[in-house]
């Protein structure tokens, strides 16, 4: 079955940067998008953006823009996320997930869900 | 941006009881919403997308209905595994895919 298998928690100070990885295995890495959602303590799930690896197009959610990059890296099937001028209130699990439905049937007319996720990743953002 | 409202907050029943949970949206979404299932320590898990359609693997007791604004999950016997927290998304107005802020399913 499909795996999106994430790095490990990382810890931060105020204004540093943090980049998160996301290994895709089990499909075809190009034909899905892959959008980055986190969560933090005790709190509900936050999408922050996607990107479509193929042409590597992002989408943003606008309190992210100018401070999150998404990348992907197709000859490892990776997607990347990074996360700049980092705050306490960044502290949170940072989940990848697979978009659906698949690219080739969705237009971005319309958004995505989420099919299968990574494990996440806890970034700790303390001075 | 889409608001989802999500209601109860809490839900308390008890294992082979039915659960109903609501999900409202600020403005019509036609039947783009999902629900996804969270337990604590883990990712959360898509149930069902595009209002109704249960995704891989999801047991027939989990049902969506609803279009425009207003959404229900259903799930017709609760068993032990499926006390939870639960959220909606819309995928309709984007970006942002936004989610509601979630309805624990707790054991009464």
């Known amino acids: 079955q499909v795996q999106l298998v994430q790095s490990g928690a990382e810890m931060r100070k105020p204004g540093a940067s943090v980049k998160v990885s996301c290994k895709a295995s089990r499909y075809t890495f190009t034909t899905y998008g892959i959008s980055w959602v986190r969560q933090a303590p005790g709190q509900g799930l936050e999408w922050m953006g996607r990107t479509t690896p193929h042409d590597g197009h992002t989408n943003y959610a606008q309190r992210f823009q100018g401070r999150v990059t998404m990348t992907t890296d197709t000859s490892t099937s990776t997607a990347y996320m990074e996360l700049r001028s980092l705050r306490s209130d960044d502290t949170a699990v940072y989940y990848c997930?697979?978009?659906?439905?698949?690219?080739?049937?969705?237009?971005?007319?319309?958004?995505?869900?989420?099919?299968?996720w990574g494990q996440g990743t806890l970034v700790t953002v303390s001075s | 941006e889409i608001v989802l409202t999500q209601s109860p907050a809490t839900l308390s029943l008890s294992p082979g009881e039915r659960a109903t949970l609501s999900c409202r949206a600020s403005e019509s979404i036609n039947s783009h919403l999902a629900w996804y299932q969270q337990k604590p320590g883990q990712a959360p898990r898509l149930l069902i997308y595009?209002?109704?359609n249960r995704a891989t693997g999801i047991p027939a007791r989990f049902s969506g209905s609803g279009s425009g604004t207003d959404f229900t999950l259903t799930i017709s016997s609760l068993e032990p595994e499926d006390f939870a927290v639960y959220y909606c998304?819309?995928?309709?107005?984007?970006?942002?895919?936004?989610f509601g802020q979630g309805t624990k399913l707790d054991i009464k």
């Open positions: 998304q819309q995928r309709s107005h984007w970006p942002p895919n936004t």
């Open positions: 595009d209002a109704s």
């Open positions: 997930a697979r978009d659906f439905p698949p690219l080739d049937q969705n237009d971005y007319v319309w958004g995505y869900y989420f099919d299968n």
